[in-house]
């Protein structure tokens, strides 16, 4: 499989211009150039930064000249740095994630997807010289299925009206289910050669997000540890998250402890799709939440980095700071040291 160079060894910026209150203290001191400097030392090749249409967009389409300012800010230090980024869009007027946040219609309105285009080729505009340190990423995580259909579409037209901007930046697109691996087959064809394939992977999610209060079905209490046999992973699923168990399919002849062996059942598929296409495949988001004991987060991460290696998989870690995920937060003092030796080995 085609390696994406310079976007292998990653982490997420998340709840810097996404995922917050939006309040000036935030977009200004979150993150400073300190960060991006420790990022760097720490070995890391990239960063993926998401962020929100309204940062850059007001409620009538409108551009925000100070949230571009803050993206430039990004780009720059990363430059300065020797650091390569992704521009993620995380959030745009009428579809989210998250659906807490009200935002809804985007793949049935015209008026939000010309708003759509129209950010993008301004993204474009502004970020479209820099295509050897800067990449693309259209929209985080589609969650319906139905939606695929609409979504290939919609990003094919976007692709086309980027292009004319930044003919060789590479654009990031990903599946249903959440970005999850089983959805990358249904990915459109590239377009051209400067499209890479998009996943998350936070498998087994019973693990992963264990007692998360955004999780439906998720009991608060629930706490699993990282050393159990695969059917007990495959159990807990069945019992408090059914609707994820078809994300554990490609894994469910596996009997033992959950190793790299489950990961690489997992990425199988989209391995093969990739390879057939001549496309690169990345892994934008994965991690563990800090509910979860410290060493059974460095178990985790060393199976799916094995993984990761396998294939020559690029990935961005969850998350750098706060989130529930935070590498830099205390939780993670005792092992930050393994951690990173982990996320950062070739």
């Known amino acids: 499989m085609i ?7 990653g982490i997420n910026l998340g709840g810097w211009l996404s995922q917050c209150d939006y309040s000036v203290e935030r977009l200004e001191k979150f993150i400073a150039e ?40 990004a780009v720059t230090w990363c430059e300065k740095h020797h650091l390569n980024i992704v521009l ?27 708003r759509f285009y129209s950010l993008w080729e301004e993204m474009a505009k502004r970020f479209g010289s820099y295509e050897k340190n800067v990449a693309f990423e259209l929209l985080n995580e589609v969650t319906d299925k139905n939606s695929m259909d609409s979504w290939n579409h919609i990003a094919s037209i976007c692709i086309g009206r980027v292009r004319k901007f930044a003919p060789e930046t590479k654009i990031l697109v990903g599946g249903y289910w959440n970005n999850a691996a089983a959805a990358v087959k249904d990915i459109a064809e590239p377009i051209d050669k400067n499209i890479v394939y998009n996943f998350h992977c936070y498998e087994p999610l019973i693990f992963t997000h264990q007692g998360a209060s955004w999780v439906e079905g998720m009991p608060l209490d629930f706490r699993m540890d990282f050393d159990n046999d695969l059917e007990e992973f495959f159990g807990n699923t069945k019992t408090y998250l059914p609707n994820n168990e078809i994300l554990l399919e490609p894994a469910k002849n596996l009997t033992g402890k959950l190793d790299s062996r489950f990961f690489e059942a997992l990425f199988a598929e989209a391995v093969s799709v990739a390879e057939e296409r001549g496309v690169s495949l990345y892994c934008g988001e994965y991690g563990v939440i800090d509910l979860a004991s410290s060493e059974d987060t460095v178990q985790w991460y060393a199976a799916i980095h094995q993984t990761f290696r396998k294939y020559g998989i690029g990935r961005a870690a969850w998350n750098y700071k706060d989130l529930n995920y935070g590498l830099v937060d205390s939780h993670m003092d005792s092992v930050r040291e393994d951690m990173i030796n982990i996320m950062t080995t070739d």
């Open 88 to 114: 993620d869009l995380h959030k745009t007027a009428g579809y989210s994630f998250d659906k807490d946040e009200g935002e809804s219609g985007f793949f049935d309105s015209e008026m939000y997807q010309e």
């Open 34 to 73: 300190e960060d991006i400097k420790k990022i760097a030392e720490w070995g890391f090749d990239h960063v993926r930064l998401p962020f929100d249409y309204n940062i850059v967009q007001d409620e009538e389409g409108n551009l925000i000249e100070k949230g571009f300012e803050y993206l430039q800010r």
């Open 3 to 9: 390696q994406w160079k310079g976007y292998v060894k």
